[in-house]
């Protein structure tokens, strides 16, 4: 029990955070209507998630909280590369019946990982959320609670993502025409630049 409560905690609080619509899950949805590099796309954000947990529950989170400028620059960075790939999603025309039923699309392994790395490690959102907010909610625990803590938010990352990647993939027929493609990239873009938005903000008062 001395263990379960502050695992339970983990998975719970990480759950909440990751199931937020966001940049990083509205591209997971993206790959998983295509059915494009789809396995690699949600091991790779598990994975990083991961590594985010981690470094965040080692102590980092607390410390990049304390740095303003290191802070502020983040989120600056972050604000920069989400509007540039909201452009990009509003420019993209893709052809959903041929993409669905061919099992591919138009971009390669190597530029989704790239995408990818750009969302996790340029993108605030998750050093805030994930390294911050988890590191601070970490160190709250002695060092047993603490590893607890973190296996499970560590496991709720690895259950979201490949429950939500492979959930999307099953409903790629709703997705099928152009007209809802089109639309799904306006919803995409439009979570992109409130996100944005929001790390604007936040850079502003910080």
């Known amino acids: 029990m001395e263990l379960l409560m502050p695992f339970a905690r983990g998975f719970v609080v990480n759950a909440g955070m990751i199931a937020a619509i966001g940049a990083i899950n509205a591209f997971v949805l993206r790959q998983g209507v295509l059915?494009?590099?789809?396995?690699?796309?949600?091991?790779?954000?598990?994975?990083?998630?991961?590594?985010?947990i981690l470094v965040g529950a080692a102590g980092l989170g607390l410390l990049i909280s304390q740095v303003d400028w290191l802070l502020k620059s983040a989120l600056w960075a972050g604000v920069a590369f989400l509007l540039w790939y909201a452009w990009l999603t509003l420019r993209s025309d893709p052809e959903p019946e041929q993409l669905i039923l061919s099992g591919k699309g138009d971009r390669s392994l190597r530029k989704t990982l790239l995408v990818l790395m750009g969302l996790y490690f340029i993108n605030p959102q998750a050093l805030v959320e994930v390294v911050v907010?988890?590191?601070?909610?970490?160190?709250?625990?002695?060092?047993?609670?603490?590893?607890a803590f973190t296996v499970g938010c560590i496991l709720s990352s690895w259950i979201w993502f490949f429950g939500f990647g492979y959930g999307a993939r099953r409903l790629s027929h709703l997705l099928s025409s152009r007209t809802a493609w089109l639309w799904m990239n306006r919803v995409t873009a439009m979570i992109l630049v409130i996100v944005a938005a929001s790390m604007a903000r936040q850079a502003l008062i910080v």
């Open 133 to 147: 907010l988890i590191g601070s909610m970490a160190a709250q625990y002695p060092d047993d609670q603490r590893l």
């Open 35 to 52: 059915r494009q590099h789809l396995l690699a796309t949600v091991f790779f954000c598990a994975l990083a998630d991961t590594l985010l």
